[in-house]
């Protein structure tokens, strides 16, 4: 069966660096999303891999490594507002999108 | 309005009842969405138009009724619902399903509660 693992929550410092791993198994990979969804409301796009490396975008990083089915979001300089759920996802094979169950990131003044 | 746009945001019906989701999008997106979304599980994927057809329904039982009548607006019909389907129903859009980076544009969801 496809698969996706991700911890379930997680508590981080205002100010400091947070990394959320996701590990897949799925049949085939077509790409690699994180999203945030904050409570009450829509999941919003972040990130999008495909190829192995990381993608820097602001405060929010994200690496893929295909060999190992295996990614990671990395948060710096936290703030408040990054208190939120981030999920991931894989699109495999046949372009469906294969969903982790979130995970909670709570931060902590 | 910009986005993805649903209504209600709340709704608690009773087992017998019959009502409806709307989702609306501005964004001039090919695809729509239904998704059901439980506390601590993966997003589940009920349906999925393109061009306004059906190109997905996974195994969704028959109470829930999807409808798109036209590339900007999607309906789920729900009748005769049961307390485990009490959750937030997700709609999104997205330019092309079957490309790349398909992003997906979500709604902020309509919180269901069935009695």
């Known amino acids: 069966g496809q698969n996706i693992d991700q911890p379930t929550e997680m508590t981080a410092t205002e100010g400091a660096i947070v990394q959320i791993n996701c590990t897949y198994q799925?049949?085939?990979?077509?790409?690699l999303f994180w999203y945030q969804q904050h409570a009450g409301e829509a999941p919003t796009f972040l990130s999008y891999?495909?190829l192995d490396g990381l993608e820097e975008k602001g405060r929010f990083s994200s690496f893929l490594s295909r060999s190992k089915g295996y990614s990671y979001l990395l948060l710096k300089e936290l703030q408040m507002k990054d208190s939120a759920s981030y999920l991931c996802a894989v699109r495999d094979s046949n372009y469906q999108l294969i969903w982790g169950a979130g995970t909670k990131l709570i931060i902590k003044p | 309005e910009t986005g993805v746009t649903q209504t209600p945001r709340h709704l608690v019906m009773g087992m017998t009842n019959k009502k409806s989701l709307k989702c609306e999008q501005h964004l001039g997106h090919n695809a729509m969405y239904w998704y059901k979304q439980s506390a601590k599980k993966p997003l589940e994927l009920m349906f999925v138009?393109?061009?306004?057809?059906?190109?997905e329904n996974n195994s969704v039982p028959s109470r829930f009724s999807p409808e798109c009548p036209n590339s900007s607006h999607l309906f789920l019909h729900l009748h005769t619902l049961q307390p485990e389907d009490s959750a937030l129903y997700l709609c999104?859009?997205?330019?092309?399903?079957?490309?790349?980076?398909?992003?997906?544009?979500f709604g902020a969801g309509s919180r269901l509660t069935v009695l």
């Open positions: 999104a859009s997205s330019q092309d399903p079957g490309s790349g980076a398909n992003v997906l544009t």
């Open positions: 891999n495909v």
């Open positions: 799925t049949s085939g990979f077509n790409g």
């Open positions: 138009y393109s061009l306004e057809e059906r190109v």
